[in-house]
């Protein structure tokens, strides 16, 4: 059958993204790729189809396992080597929008989405407690192109609004990102998943996404999966899932995992700003996206 698979149509470079990698990777049938904006349950994710794959280990490297593939750190003279050399399925991240994508009819993608304000709190939160080491990793070494990423204004509403009204700033564009992918999301080897639907039925959820990857659970098993998959015992245990241990933020790899909790934008923006923003949803991603990124349930 054919058909309109998407297409690359640009690449992206800046202080995060060298988009390029994704031209050389050699697909395999089973390969899992899993997209979000950011600070949208991506390390959740990993960790979700991870222990899946490996019967539930609590010892399981994750952040080893399923590189950021776009990430221009390591560079991909580097990093492609050792996604090649991988033996097992392989789970690869991206944050790309899908028309910066190679895309593969091959591979099988997790798309995850939460309310923009959640991204920007816990966006935040990832960015106010980076270190020396992050900012030398991603300014300081070769291959940066654009402007430097600098640290955040003290005033999370002062991030907000510079979010909003910049599109993404300082990292990268938010609407697109979301909007290209709700457009191939009926294709077969296109999934969605909600934040906040991980959040009411993490067991359920988990078996939908199963079943879309064809992984065989054992049910024996089955208990200790999902709980190396819940908030509480990912914190607890953050050094394996998060990138280096949390070597790139005050506080390590727990304050990488902050909180998992919606809402808390709720006691610092104004009504009449929560109402911009889901105008703005609304404009850019269309009525039935713009309600399903505010809250969840299967598109």
């Known amino acids: ?87 097992g399925r392989r789970i690869l991240k991206t944050h790309l929008p899908v028309d910066a994508l190679v895309f593969s009819p091959r591979a099988k993608y997790l798309y995850i989405g939460r309310d923009g304000r959640d991204v920007v709190w816990s966006l935040y939160n990832h960015h106010a407690n980076a270190n020396a080491a992050w900012y030398q990793a991603l300014n300081d070494t070769p291959g940066r192109v654009g402007p430097a990423i600098g640290p955040p204004p003290t005033d999370i509403r002062d991030y ?7 599109d993404g700033h300082p990292f990268w564009p938010f609407w697109d990102n979301v909007r290209g992918w709700w457009a191939v999301r009926e294709l077969p080897n296109v999934q969605f998943v909600h934040f906040n639907d991980l959040k009411r039925d993490l067991p359920g959820e988990m078996r939908r996404i199963a079943a879309f990857l064809e992984i065989p659970l054992d049910e024996a098993r089955w208990d200790a999966i999902v709980e190396y998959c819940s908030f509480d015992w990912m914190k607890k245990n953050a050094v394996k899932s998060v990138p280096l241990g949390g070597a790139f933020w005050d506080g390590g790899a727990e304050t990488f995992i902050n909180k998992g909790t919606n809402g808390r934008w709720a006691d610092t923006l104004t009504p009449a700003e929560c109402a911009d923003y889901e105008a703005r949803a609304s404009a850019e991603l269309g009525a039935a996206c713009a309600r399903w990124l505010a809250s969840g349930r299967n598109p």
């Not at 222990?51 to 950021?68: F, I, K, N, R, T």
């Not at 907000?160 to 910049?166: E, M, N, P, Y």
């Open 160 to 166: 907000w609004r510079d979010w909003l009204a910049q």
């Open 1 to 87: 059958m054919n058909r309109d698979w998407p297409h690359k149509t640009r690449e992206l470079h800046n202080h995060h993204f060298d988009s390029t990698i994704w031209n050389d990777l050699a697909f395999r049938d089973d390969d899992i790729v899993i997209a979000t904006y950011a600070k949208s349950g991506t390390t959740w994710m990993q960790q979700i189809v991870a222990q899946m794959l490996h019967g539930g280990d609590p010892d399981l490297a994750v952040a080893e396992l399923s590189p950021w593939l776009d990430l221009r750190v390591p560079p991909k003279a580097v990093k492609l080597p050792q996604v090649e050399a991988q033996t």
